[in-house]
Structures are given as C-alpha cells and as structure tokens.
C-alpha cells in the first residue's frame, strides 16, 4: 500500500485489524467494529470508556495524567519547568511565581506547525526529489545508450586490424566495461538514495497526519517533524565520458597505438569534486641517474620522457622507477622535449634550429628554421606545434610564437599591438604550453613574467609573481605547464616553488619544493604533477589536486 494514498483505504478496526470500522472509543481515541467493543471495555475496567458510531465520534482532546495526582489532568503546562501540570500542581509551592499556558493552546499551536510542515513537505521537499530521481532514470538510460555507441565505435575499429590485435580488442572493451560499471553503479547508487529519501518522507508525511488526526496530546506535543533534514539534496554525480581516440597501429607497441580513452572524473561533486589540496604532498622521487635534469614529458599515464646533462633521453615508469627506453640524441647541449598526441617523442636542442621527431625507434627531422633559434615549443590538443623562436640576427632581435601544423607554418604570433611585442628577447629559454581553454600561456623568464595570449592571438593577461609572498629572489619563471581545471603551473627555480594561478591571472596558491630546484613541470592524467629537479636529477612527483 502507498502510503502517500493510505487516506483512501477502508478502515479496519484497531484491535483485530480486520473488521471494518463501526464504533469509536472517545475516551482511548481507539477504532472499533461491533465485534471488539466488548473485548476492549473489558480490557481497562478503571476507565470510563465512551464508545460511540464512528461517525460521532468527538474530537475532545484527551489531557496527559499528572505524574504527581493520578486522578488529575494536565490542563496546564509551565514555562518555566517545560512541563504539563495539574490545577493543583499550579498552586503548589513548586511552581510559584512560573508562568503558565493552556496545554491545549500549546497542542493547537503544534497541529498547525504540523500542517504547515505537511505542506512543505508534500509541495517542495518531496517534489524536489522526485524530480531527481526521475532525472537519475533519464540519465541512467543516456548514459547505457552512449556507453553502447562506445563500446560499437571500439568493435569497429578492432574489426580493420589483423588478427594479432584481437587480444587488445578485449582488452579495451573490458576497460571501458569496467566504466560503465562504475558510472552505473554511481548513478544506481544515488538514484537509490534518493528513492530512499522518498520513502522516509512519504513516512514523515504519514506520521505527521496521524498525530494531525490524533487528540492525545503526548502524542503530539513530544513529536517533532524533521523536515530539515530532507530540505538539502546532494549534487549530481559528475560523469565524463571517456572518449576513444583511435591511433595508427605499430607493430612494435599495439596496445598502446590502438587508442586510448579520455581521463575520467566519475565521483560525486559534493564529495571528491577535483580541487586543489591545500598541502600539495611529494610522493615520491624518482632518480634519473642525470646530474642535473632539465625537462620532462608523459607518455601515458604511467610513462614520462626525462632529459638531463647526457646525450640520452631516457623513458621511466612513474611506478616502479624503471628505465623503459633510452634516445641517443647526439646532442650535448640542453634538451626541450615533447609528445604528438599519436604518442612519438619531440625533441630539440634549446637555442637549436631543428626539432626531431622520433617514430620506429628512428629519428628524423620535423622541422628546420633558417634565421631564427628554437627557445621552447610543445604539441597542442588539436595535435599542431606551438615554437617559441628568437631571431638569429644580433640587429633587430625578435621573439615570435609559430603554430605548424605537421611541417607547415599555420600561424604567426608576436605583436600585442603594432610595434608591440608579446614576448621579450633574451637568452634564456622560453618553455610554452597550451591551456585548456586553448590560450597560449609562455613562461618569459627574461622578462619575469608568464604571457597569457588567447586563441585569437589577443592579450588575455600578464602574470608577474606574488609580490607579497617572494621569499628570496624576484620572480623568474622556468618551466609551464596546465591542470585539468585549466590553472597554470609555473616553476620558480631562484625561490624553490610553483606557482599556481587560475585561467585568467588569479594567483591561487603555491606547491613548495623544499630543497628542490624546480626547472621543467608537467601534469599527468592522472593529475599527478611532475618537476624536475635540476640539482638532484630526480623526477618529484607531487599530488596537488584531489
């Protein structure tokens, strides 16, 4: 039985349950049919029992006996002591001085905070989260049909390759799978909450209409509605789907050239929502046998590139700390490297003219510049190529942004205004990367500043530090990199610490990196953030975000 529509059942009698509802008690307020009457008055032959038809039934209030003179009635109640008393209890010595109410105005005050409880409930509350869980229902079936486009777009894909690749098939199937499960049971989970939630309204509902309907007045003076409680409702689940990128296949590494999905966030706002930590923790560390390192790049979620003061660069699981791969370069001088979004290496010499791109364990020239020199550069989401690049020539110097898409030259972004530069010209490296939100985001060490240039090439904004909370040095940014909230990380090599600001300037916090030299910063999927440390050749890795 509904127990929101209990009002249009018959009523049975309250001693045997079955019978239909006759007589009424006005002395016990209790529900009879012809049947039980007797069994009832004989049940308590101390009171005066007035048993009437149902339908003339009174709504006299029945008073609570006075624990002090059994043969009164509380038709008093105290301020003071908060308790019902008698007329004799009222003139004792105890109660002198108090201030006193008539129980009955206290009763009909309560029924009608009840009513007005009953109407909250039924007109907001739990309207509320009906709405939520029908919400739930719709989502449940959108995110099935999306997961099944999925799951079809994955098989087709697995359908083009030879017959070795079977195996990753599965394999990738079971992965998104697992998701699904996941978001289902998030989903399944809340949906259950609030059908819950539900039910104890509809509850709450049922025992405030009883007490509504009841004139024993411990009955509903000691009864306190909980509206409060059911009054908030936790946010939604946050579910992203994953997205299947699919790769060219390589012979040599099918898993991961198959394809990859998009990084997940699948916990409830209201409890995991990514944030930042407000203490930033150092997992671990992970030594990279260079003296001094420079740069580092992820491959995946558990592979990273490390270049330091050697010819090589090496290839580290973040895990276990084991050397995956090495790339002889034949280069000595400081390495900037990088990853296309199919997965191959990026490399170049900094003040160099060429970037290499490494495929099949062979190197070969990306892209080679005449008249300028290579200061920084890094892959975009699109898959295109962003270099920070100064002019050769000691007349006339200039530092300019290029996009190349492949080998091609897309893009060319330099000037604020005419004859005004975004960029600086100087010797240092200038480390570059792509937020986002698209905006082009270049760490200008010379000019002690990050320069943040929206999509359509136009100034967005110039960070310059936190002045109040340098500690040693002046600001002089070194490596950059981006989060998945689109906060941009900087490196403060002279003061030891990165720098966290939002997507339009607003200094957030600082990560400190005690007795460490920050140089190079990226972030992983799994929002892990990975610094080189220039004096110990170490990879730090830090959780930030939570």
């Known amino acids: 039985m509904d127990p929101h529509n209990r009002a249009q059942d018959v009523l049975r009698c309250d001693l045997c349950e079955e019978n239909v509802v006759q007589m009424h008690c006005d002395t016990c307020l209790v529900k009879l049919c012809k049947t039980c009457v007797g069994d009832h008055i004989s049940s308590d032959e101390r009171e005066d029992h007035k048993v009437v038809r149902f339908q003339f039934r009174k709504c006299i209030p029945v008073y609570p006996t006075c624990a002090l003179h059994d043969s009164k009635r509380c038709e008093m109640h105290c301020q003071q002591c908060t308790v019902p008393i008698c007329f004799i209890c009222a003139t004792s010595e105890k109660h002198v001085g108090h201030r006193f109410r008539k129980i009955v105005d206290i009763f009909d005050e309560k029924k009608r905070e009840f009513e007005k409880k009953i109407k909250d409930i039924q007109e907001n509350i739990r309207v509320k989260h009906a709405d939520q869980a029908s919400k739930m229902e719709k989502r449940i079936a959108d995110i099935e049909k999306e997961f099944t486009i999925l799951l079809d777009t994955v098989s087709k894909h697995g359908e083009e390759l030879k017959r070795e690749i079977d195996q990753i098939v ?33 509850k709450e509902v049922s025992s405030l209409k009883e007490r509504l309907d009841s004139n024993d007045i411990n009955k509903v003076f000691h009864f306190t509605p909980n509206n409060k409680i059911y009054k908030s409702l936790s946010d939604d689940p946050v579910l992203t789907m994953p997205v299947f990128s699919t790769k060219r296949i390589d012979s040599v590494q099918l898993r991961e050239m198959f394809g990859t999905l998009s990084d997940i966030v699948t916990k409830p706002t209201a409890i995991t929502k990514v944030r930042l930590m407000e203490t930033p923790l150092m997992v671990h560390r992970i030594a990279t046998g260079y003296s001094h390192l420079y740069g580092v790049a992820f491959l995946d979620r558990i592979r990273i590139w490390a270049t330091g003061d050697a010819q090589q660069i090496k290839l580290f699981d973040v895990n276990d700390n084991s050397i995956k791969k090495s790339i002889d370069t034949k280069l000595s001088g400081e390495k900037l490297v990088s990853v296309t979004i199919e997965g191959d290496l990026l490399y170049t010499e900094k003040g160099g003219r060429t970037i290499h791109i490494v495929k099949r364990e062979q190197s070969e020239k990306l892209i080679n510049l005449q008249g300028w020199r290579i200061q920084g550069f890094c892959v975009t989401s699109a898959g295109d190529l962003l270099v920070v690049m100064t002019s050769v020539s000691d007349y006339d110097r200039e530092t300019r942004v290029v996009r190349y898409h492949g080998r091609e030259e897309k893009e060319i972004i330099q000037f604020e205004s005419k004859e005004k530069p975004f960029y600086s010209v100087g010797p240092n490296q200038k480390c570059i990367c792509e937020n986002r939100n698209f905006d082009i985001c270049v760490a200008d060490r010379d000019a002690c500043a990050v320069v943040v240039v929206r999509q359509d090439t136009k100034l967005r904004f110039r960070y310059e530090g936190n002045p109040s909370s340098l500690r040693k040095t002046e600001f002089k940014p070194k490596g950059i990199t981006t989060d998945s909230l689109s906060n941009i990380l900087v490196s403060d090599l002279g003061n030891g610490c990165v720098h966290v600001v939002d997507q339009n300037g607003k200094f957030l916090t600082f990560i400190d990196c005690p007795r460490v030299q920050p140089w190079g910063l990226c972030v992983g999927l799994d929002n892990y953030l990975c610094v080189a440390d220039y004096a110990s050749g170490d990879v730090i890795k830090i959780w930030f975000l939570q």
């Open 170 to 202: 599965k394999e990738m199937q079971s992965e998104i799978k697992s998701i699904r499960k996941n978001h289902m049971e998030l989903l399944t989970t809340r949906k259950t909450e609030v059908q819950q939630n539900l039910t104890e309204i509809d």
